[in-house]
């Protein structure tokens, strides 16, 4: 269970999981207004968010999301 880091909808499972180096990944997509944003956790506990930037698309940048 997460926020979405704009509208801060809450969604229950993540579109996708993997492993990236020693974090675990999970991408999610917001059904409310269609963020694209991953959050990587170190050993269990949240380590960083990154959302996708609208203009550039590909381009992830990091945001500080805290409850
Ligand atoms: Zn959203």
């Not at 020693?22 to 059904?31: E, I, K, M, R």
């Amino acid at each position: 269970m997460t926020k979405c880091p704009n509208c801060k909808k809450e969604l229950t499972r993540p579109r996708k999981t993997w492993k990236w180096s020693q974090f675990t990944v999970q991408a999610y997509s917001c059904g409310n207004c269609a963020t694209h944003f991953r959050e990587y956790f170190k050993t269990g506990k949240h380590s960083f968010t990154l959302k996708r930037a609208k203009k550039s698309g590909r381009r992830f940048v990091k945001v500080h999301f805290r409850d």
